[in-house]
C-alpha cells in the first residue's frame, strides 16, 4: 500500500500564507507527475496544481485559474516531498487538500488522506 504523507494544513486569516507538504516514496516520487486537488465544502475536488517532470531538473507546473499568482508548487527530489506554498489566502481556498502521485506510464495514481485548511477571521 503506498501512503502519501500530507501535513501543514490549519486556521488562518485571510491574506495569509500556509505551506503544504507532502511525502511519497522515493520510487513513486521521481516516476511521478505530483500535484494538489482540493475539495471545498459541499463541492466536488478539484484541481491545484501539477509538476510534470521531464528530467531530474525539469518541470511542467500548471495551476487553476483561481490559484495562479497566489499558489506555487514545488519539489524536493532529496526529500522526495512536494510543496504547496499558498499566499494571499482567501476564504474560498478553504478546502480539504489532497496530494496525489499519477504516472500513466505504470498505470497509477494515488492520494493522500486530505489535510483541512479554512481561511477565516
Known amino acids: 500500500q503506498v501512503q502519501l504523507v500530507e501535513s501543514g494544513g490549519g486556521l488562518v486569516q485571510p491574506g495569509g500564507s500556509l505551506r503544504l507538504s507532502c511525502v511519497a516514496p522515493?520510487?513513486?516520487?521521481?516516476?511521478?507527475?505530483m500535484g494538489w486537488y482540493r475539495q471545498p465544502p459541499g463541492n466536488q475536488r478539484e484541481l491545484v496544481a501539477t509538476s510534470t517532470a521531464y528530467s531530474n531538473t525539469v518541470y511542467a507546473e500548471n495551476y487553476a485559474d483561481s490559484v495562479k499568482g497566489r499558489f506555487t508548487i514545488s519539489r524536493d527530489n532529496a526529500k522526495s516531498t512536494v510543496y504547496l506554498q499558498m499566499n494571499s489566502l482567501r476564504p474560498e481556498d478553504t478546502a480539504v487538500y489532497y496530494c496525489y502521485a499519477k504516472s500513466a506510464a505504470y498505470g497509477y495514481d494515488y492520494w493522500g488522506q486530505g489535510t483541512q485548511v479554512t481561511v477565516s477571521s
Open positions: 522515493g520510487i513513486i516520487f521521481r516516476r511521478s507527475a
